[in-house]
């Protein structure tokens, strides 16, 4: 009983089994077919985008040869401005070496005329000083032979001179002595113009030589008055009369070559004198001797 059951739901179920796969091959036809469309579509659409590829790597070939031709047009202006940039450049060295060369010249020929304009003041101060110095040669030659014949002078002067000492100190030997009109015992004695310069060179005293005449009322002889009186020839007498401090002194009948003394209180503590080497007529030529110190005579 359980089989026949069996085999009758088994062929009741065979009865479904032929529609279920006659569906399940339709479907799977359909869908082959749905996916034969499809893949067809797929490769349509890869075709296009492969054209579409084709058409890109096209434009892009284009591109890249249109742009090689336009690098290379701007490497030959790069070239070209670059070319021109050098010139340029060059043409500004040159442009500044011309300058510089320019300035260069201008400040060398303003030194080299600087210079020579000093070269040649110094020239002119260098011939200055060769003329001075030809100047002072001829000076100091000339000062040589000077000095040569000076020096020739010297020595004839110095033997002049020892001569006048020896001269002096012989006619100083011969010189005397004498006690004047007032008992004063007096310095040395000149009886001539000659034993007078011996006196002078001694230094002792002041000497003042005078020629007094009658006609002379008064004369001024050294700080003293003088005037004369009397001059015998003969007898080798003058008289004479002297004003000393305001005082009148007479000195009567003195002899040639006598001291004639008095003393000037007011002047020095030595006596003056008068000493008369020559009487003529009316004439009478001498000295008058004074103290070198001038002290007040107490």
Known sequence: ??????????????????????????????????????????????AAVNTQVAELRQSLTKIETQTGTQLSGLRGDMTVVKTEAEKIA???????????????????????????????????LVAELNTQLSEVKSSAEQSSTQ?????????????????????????????????????????????????????????DRNYYEFRLTKNDKVKKVGDIMLSLKKADVKKSRFTMELNADDRKIEKKDKTMNEPVQFYVASKARQPYEIVVNEITKDTVVGYLSTPKVQVSRK
Do not use: C
């Open 1 to 46: 009983m359980e089989n026949s059951n069996n085999i009758t739901t088994t062929q009741s179920g065979g009865k479904w089994v032929l529609p279920l796969v006659g569906a399940a091959l339709a479907i799977s036809l359909g869908f082959n077919a749905y996916q034969g469309s499809r893949i067809q579509t797929v490769d349509q659409q890869v």
């Open 90 to 124: 060059k043409d500004a060295a040159r442009g500044a070496s011309w300058t510089a060369q320019s300035l260069a010249q201008r400040h060398a020929d303003k030194l080299a005329a600087k210079l020579s304009k000093e070269a040649e003041g110094n020239q002119k």
């Open 147 to 203: 000095l040569s014949g000076v020096s020739t002078d010297v020595k004839q002067v110095r033997t002049d001179v020892d001569a006048t000492r020896t001269e002096l100190q012989n006619t100083i030997a011969d010189l005397r002595r004498a006690t004047g009109d007032m008992g004063v015992m007096s310095g040395l004695i000149a009886t001539n113009s000659t034993e007078l310069k011996a006196l002078r060179e001694l230094g």
